[in-house]
């Protein structure tokens, strides 16, 4: 059929929409005729009852009066073509959005045309489609209200029976396109959000209520998808890509955030239902396992992809059953989580009413298979410190006596580099949890004593029990003031809603232990020289959280260990006073002094949890290039740092901003720096940048302050004893050797002037700044073996002079106050 669209007419007119109405009702088929003319209606239409909506209500009466929504509808039936589907879609979402007027919006939705077009058949294996068709609900459900929402919904006996809207959105909750299940997403909390009792208490009701868990089954696949990238780039198997991972993480964090919102949203039970889905299908039967399993165990994650999962529940889904829960378990021995396969938990929900066309990997499915009750039996806990030598051994690490909470502790002892900071962020985000009671804390060993000391001196000012007597003792816990009412409560929770069984009657737990062994392995982490900075960073800001204000709990024995550790790092410094890079030792002190002083005073760790998946595990840098040594020093001064500024926490001494280094002194009148000349210092040498291109220069080398340099000098031949600079290099690190064979040849090492870490922003990747420091080799050429010694000697004297000003600027810093720099150098060269 043609239609005569070239008629003239006002384009925004009713006469055109009535127009565009009567060409609409006399179409009996949609065909490839004259599918363009219908779609071109169907855009027009839209476009004019937006037009009339805001500026004159003729044209919605007129809407209404003909039912053009019923024609719509009957298009859509006699039409054989998608783009018709797609066109009108994209119609009906155009007017929903556009409609100002709140009579508009209650016509359209008024009917059963929109629930109509909610559960057509649409054929989805057209992407496009399916995307308008997502539109379309998100539209509709952005105009949600308590009194819209009434419109597409059916009751029976003052009860939901049906709401297509929502039950056909959930359907593609799962699907593969991240933009579907972001729309589905923003259409089940637009939902939730109106707040409907009816409608609260139907997405409640089964079978909607599947909704949730299969949710977390779905998240749990995230889960194990996101282990294996991180299984595979630490065990190097295949090249994973960084961007990969972190874009796992993204989808985690999400998926987290929407539970986060759903809970939010104020609709009665949802939390309960978040809260046991994720304990009975990902939490108990998946994440705590993994924490004693073995490596071969591939239907298991690794330890700290589980530790960073549990940050991120901890950290982003606030629910204090949930945390508590958590906490609770964290005194449970591993050995009674043990899947039971021929009985299933409380709640357990299966996966019917995920979508058929997602498939879970071998790993989702095994679970989903033997999802099933856990048993548990509490023993009572140990009262004895915690040593590495004894119950932190590494031996015996999972005994079975061992809980979740010593597991961690024997982690940060004994665990390698990642352990140690999938642990400290599992400890950190605990103490962070806003919704965990301080008694909770307290009983983990994990309480800051500021809380405890401000909880017992609110007690003693109103006069409560003994928070008097607590305050002012060394033995003070928060035992008498519930410690065991709550962790029981909680334990006995985890018997009566999940499964858990023979819960022991007699828990003994001593806050005052659990502080001392969480403060002994902190302590014992500074011992370590195979962990990185960055963890031992993480560890000092989570120990000055727990210094307390009394002698008695940070003892002597405390303080030994950190002056030991100290020290040791002390003299690590030292020798680097003499290393290649020397010269960068004060400045990077001074940086990383207001760097370390900024994240002990941080209300956080400086390491978000997400770190420890893509660590490599080690602490130094392996090679023997300058940039190595560069990386190594940089290392060392961090450490260094980090124990010098603890050390003064631990005092009790208030620390300074800038770092205790004697200021730089005018140089010698002795020094080469101010005496050199050609006349008296140069030696003339050649040396050859480019085969067959040897060239004369004079050669100096010569220290001021921390700073020294070698020169290569060209004589200006129409004056004499002046020359120019040719050449410049960094002193440090030149390691003058004359060569075997040619006694009047001297070698250099030449490195790099600078070092990228220490200035960011002038380097994008670390890819780029180890490809730019490649260090370099002159040979030196001079006239006879003596000139050749005489510049080897000036070389090795200024190299001891710099080394000698570093060594004297940081001997407050070091507390040198035994002989004089000079003497000691002679004496570690002896």
Same mark, same amino acid.
Not at 121 to 127: A, K, L
Not at 424 to 436: C, G, N, W, Y
Not at 517 to 525: E, T
Not at 687 to 693: C, L, P
């Given at each position: 059929?043609?239609?005569?669209?070239?008629?003239?007419?006002?384009?925004?007119?009713?006469?055109?929409?009535?127009?565009?109405?009567?060409?609409?009702?006399?179409?009996?088929?949609?065909?490839?005729?004259?599918?363009?003319?219908?779609?071109?209606?169907?855009?027009?239409?839209?476009?004019?009852?937006?037009?009339?909506?805001?500026?004159?209500?003729?044209?919605?009466?007129?809407?209404?009066?003909?039912?053009?929504?019923?024609?719509?509808?009957?298009?859509? @039936?006699?039409?054989?073509?998608?783009?018709?589907?797609?066109?009108?879609?994209?119609?009906?979402?155009?007017?929903?959005?556009?409609?100002?007027?709140?009579?508009?919006?209650?016509?359209?939705?008024?009917?059963?045309?929109?629930?109509?077009?909610?559960?057509?058949?649409?054929?989805?294996?057209?992407?496009?489609?399916?995307?308008?068709?997502?539109?379309?609900?998100?539209?509709?459900?952005?105009?949600?209200? @308590?009194?819209?929402?009434?419109?597409?919904?059916?009751?029976?006996?003052?009860?939901?029976?049906?709401?297509?809207?929502?039950?056909?959105?959930?359907?593609?909750?799962?699907?593969?396109?991240?933009?579907?299940?972001?729309?589905?997403?923003?259409?089940?909390?637009?939902?939730?959000?109106?707040?409907?009792?009816?409608?609260? $208490?139907?997405?409640?009701?089964?079978?909607?209520?599947?909704?949730?868990?299969?949710?977390?089954?779905?998240?749990?696949?995230?889960?194990?998808?996101?282990?294996?990238?991180?299984?595979?780039?630490?065990?190097?198997?295949? !090249?994973?890509?960084?961007?990969?991972?972190?874009?796992?993480?993204?989808?985690?964090?999400?998926?987290?955030?929407?539970?986060?919102?759903?809970?939010?949203?104020?609709?009665?039970?949802?939390?309960?239902?978040?809260?046991?889905?994720? #304990?009975?299908?990902?939490?108990?039967?998946?994440?705590?396992?993994?924490?004693?399993?073995?490596?071969?165990?591939?239907?298991?994650?690794?330890?700290?992809?589980?530790?960073?999962?549990?940050?991120?529940?901890?950290?982003?889904?606030?629910?204090?059953?949930?945390?508590?829960?958590?906490?609770?378990?964290?005194?449970?021995?591993?050995?009674?989580?043990?899947?039971?396969?021929?009985?299933?938990?409380?709640?357990?929900?299966?996966?019917?009413?995920?979508?058929?066309?997602?498939?879970?990997?071998?790993?989702?499915?095994?679970?989903?298979?033997?999802?099933?009750? =856990?048993?548990?039996?509490?023993?009572?806990?140990?009262?004895?410190?915690?040593?590495?030598?004894?119950?932190?051994?590494?031996?015996?690490?999972?005994?079975?006596?061992?809980?979740?909470?010593?597991?961690?502790?024997?982690?940060?002892?004994?665990?390698?580099?990642?352990?140690?900071?999938?642990?400290?962020?599992?400890?950190?985000?605990?103490?962070?949890?806003?919704?965990?009671?301080?008694?909770?804390?307290?009983? =983990?060993?994990?309480?800051?004593?500021?809380?405890?000391?401000?909880?017992?001196?609110?007690?003693?000012?109103?006069?409560?029990?003994?928070?008097?007597?607590?305050?002012?003792?060394?033995?003070?816990?928060?035992?008498?003031?519930?410690?065991?009412?709550?962790?029981?409560?909680?334990?006995?929770?985890?018997?009566?809603?999940?499964?858990?069984?023979?819960?022991?009657?007699?828990?003994?737990?001593?806050?005052?232990?659990?502080?001392?062994?969480?403060?002994?392995?902190?302590?014992?982490?500074?011992?370590?020289?195979?962990?990185?900075?960055?963890?031992? =960073?993480?560890?000092?800001?989570?120990?000055?959280?727990?210094? !307390?204000?009394?002698?008695?709990?940070?003892?002597?024995?405390?303080?030994?260990?950190?002056?030991?550790?100290?020290?040791?790092?002390?003299?690590?410094?030292?020798?680097?006073?003499?290393?290649?890079?020397?010269?960068?030792?004060?400045?990077?002190?001074?940086?990383?002094?207001?760097?370390?002083?900024?994240?002990?005073?941080?209300?956080?760790?400086?390491?978000?949890?997400?770190?420890?998946?893509?660590?490599?595990?080690?602490?130094?840098?392996?090679?023997?290039?300058?940039?190595?040594?560069?990386?190594?020093?940089?290392?060392?001064?961090?450490?260094?740092?980090?124990?010098?500024?603890?050390?003064?926490?631990?005092?009790?001494?208030?620390?300074?901003?800038?770092?205790?280094?004697?200021?730089?002194?005018?140089?010698?009148?002795?020094?080469?720096?101010?005496?050199?000349?050609?006349?008296?210092?140069?030696?003339?040498?050649?040396?050859?940048?480019?085969?067959?291109?040897?060239?004369?220069?004079?050669?100096?080398?010569?220290?001021?302050?921390?700073?020294?340099?070698?020169?290569?000098?060209?004589? =200006?031949?129409?004056?004499?004893?002046?020359?120019?600079?040719?050449?410049?290099?960094?002193?440090?690190?030149?390691?003058?050797?004359?060569?075997?064979?040619?006694?009047?040849? #001297?070698?250099?090492?030449?490195?790099?002037?600078?070092?990228?870490?220490?200035?960011?922003?002038?380097?994008?990747?670390?890819?780029?700044?180890?490809?730019?420091?490649?260090?370099?080799?002159?040979?030196?050429?001079?006239?006879?073996?003596?000139?050749?010694?005489?510049?080897?000697?000036?070389?090795?004297?200024?190299?001891?002079?710099?080394?000698?000003?570093?060594? $004297?600027?940081?001997?407050?810093?070091?507390?040198?106050?035994? !002989?004089?720099?000079?003497?000691?150098?002679?004496?570690?060269?002896?």
């Amino acid at each position: 059929m043609w239609f005569p669209f070239w008629r003239s007419r006002n384009r925004f007119s009713l006469d055109q929409l009535r127009y565009l109405t009567d060409l609409l009702q006399q179409v009996t088929v949609v065909n490839d005729v004259n599918k363009d003319s219908v779609i071109e209606a169907l855009r027009s239409i839209a476009e004019l009852v937006t037009y009339g909506d805001q500026h004159d209500p003729a044209f919605f009466e007129f809407f209404m009066e003909k039912q053009i929504l019923g024609d719509f509808v009957r298009i859509l @039936k006699v039409s054989r073509t998608v783009t018709v589907a797609l066109q009108l879609l994209q119609t009906m979402s155009i007017m929903i959005q556009n409609l100002r007027s709140d009579h508009a919006i209650y016509y359209i939705f008024s009917n059963e045309h929109i629930n109509y077009l909610i559960t057509y058949s649409f054929d989805f294996r057209n992407e496009e489609l399916l995307s308008y068709y997502i539109s379309f609900l998100r539209a509709i459900s952005g105009k949600l209200n @308590k009194n819209t929402i009434s419109l597409l919904v059916k009751t029976q006996n003052d009860e939901i029976v049906s709401f297509p809207l929502y039950a056909e959105a959930i359907r593609f909750a799962f699907h593969d396109e991240n933009m579907v299940r972001i729309a589905v997403r923003a259409l089940t909390l637009n939902v939730y959000h109106v707040g409907d009792e009816c409608v609260n $208490r139907y997405v409640t009701s089964t079978p909607l209520a599947d909704y949730f868990s299969n949710l977390v089954v779905y998240f749990r696949k995230q889960c194990l998808n996101l282990d294996g990238l991180v299984t595979k780039a630490r065990k190097n198997t295949s !090249p994973v890509d960084p961007a990969t991972i972190y874009s796992a993480v993204d989808e985690i964090e999400d998926a987290l955030y929407y539970f986060s919102d759903i809970i939010s949203s104020g609709v009665p039970n949802l939390g309960r239902l978040i809260t046991d889905n994720l #304990l009975q299908l990902l939490i108990f039967p998946l994440l705590v396992p993994a924490l004693k399993t073995d490596s071969s165990d591939e239907t298991q994650i690794f330890p700290t992809t589980s530790l960073y999962l549990l940050c991120c529940i901890l950290r982003i889904v606030k629910i204090k059953d949930l945390a508590s829960c958590i906490a609770a378990a964290l005194f449970c021995p591993l050995e009674v989580f043990i899947l039971t396969a021929n009985s299933k938990p409380n709640g357990f929900i299966s996966g019917n009413g995920l979508p058929h066309d997602n498939q879970w990997d071998h790993h989702d499915t095994a679970m989903q298979a033997n999802r099933a009750s =856990l048993s548990i039996t509490i023993p009572n806990s140990s009262t004895s410190q915690i040593h590495r030598e004894g119950f932190f051994s590494k031996h015996d690490q999972f005994a079975d006596h061992f809980t979740l909470r010593d597991v961690l502790l024997s982690y940060i002892v004994s665990g390698d580099c990642i352990q140690v900071s999938g642990s400290l962020s599992m400890l950190a985000t605990l103490l962070q949890t806003k919704e965990l009671d301080e008694s909770m804390l307290d009983a =983990l060993g994990i309480l800051p004593q500021r809380k405890q000391h401000k909880k017992l001196l609110l007690q003693a000012l109103v006069g409560e029990g003994s928070g008097e007597e607590q305050l002012f003792s060394s033995e003070n816990s928060l035992m008498k003031d519930g410690i065991s009412g709550e962790l029981d409560g909680y334990l006995q929770k985890l018997k009566d809603q999940y499964g858990l069984s023979k819960l022991c009657e007699e828990l003994g737990i001593s806050p005052q232990v659990h502080r001392y062994q969480v403060l002994d392995a902190l302590v014992s982490l500074f011992r370590r020289s195979d962990i990185a900075a960055e963890t031992l =960073l993480d560890g000092a800001w989570l120990l000055r959280q727990l210094l !307390p204000y009394s002698e008695g709990e940070f003892n002597n024995r405390h303080l030994k260990l950190l002056k030991d550790s100290y020290v040791k790092c002390s003299s690590a410094l030292l020798r680097e006073t003499r290393g290649i890079w020397c010269d960068f030792l004060i400045t990077g002190l001074t940086d990383e002094w207001k760097k370390c002083k900024k994240a002990f005073e941080a209300s956080s760790p400086k390491n978000d949890s997400k770190s420890i998946l893509l660590q490599s595990g080690a602490s130094q840098v392996a090679g023997e290039s300058s940039f190595a040594a560069g990386e190594r020093m940089y290392e060392i001064v961090k450490v260094f740092v980090l124990c010098h500024q603890l050390q003064v926490f631990a005092s009790g001494e208030t620390l300074p901003d800038q770092p205790p280094i004697t200021p730089s002194t005018d140089c010698p009148v002795t020094s080469r720096a101010k005496r050199a000349g050609l006349e008296a210092d140069a030696i003339r040498c050649r040396i050859a940048f480019e085969r067959g291109k040897e060239r004369h220069f004079c050669f100096l080398a010569t220290s001021w302050g921390t700073s020294g340099w070698v020169f290569l000098v060209e004589e =200006l031949p129409l004056k004499q004893l002046h020359g120019v600079v040719r050449v410049a290099a960094p002193l440090a690190g030149s390691n003058p050797r004359v060569d075997d064979k040619h006694s009047k040849w #001297l070698h250099l090492r030449i490195r790099p002037s600078s070092l990228p870490f220490l200035e960011p922003t002038k380097s994008d990747s670390r890819k780029l700044k180890t490809k730019s420091l490649i260090d370099g080799r002159w040979t030196l050429a001079f006239k006879d073996k003596q000139s050749c010694k005489e510049a080897e000697s000036m070389v090795l004297e200024e190299l001891q002079l710099q080394s000698m000003e570093v060594e $004297r600027r940081l001997k407050h810093l070091l507390d040198l106050d035994g !002989p004089d720099p000079h003497q000691r150098h002679e004496a570690m060269d002896e």
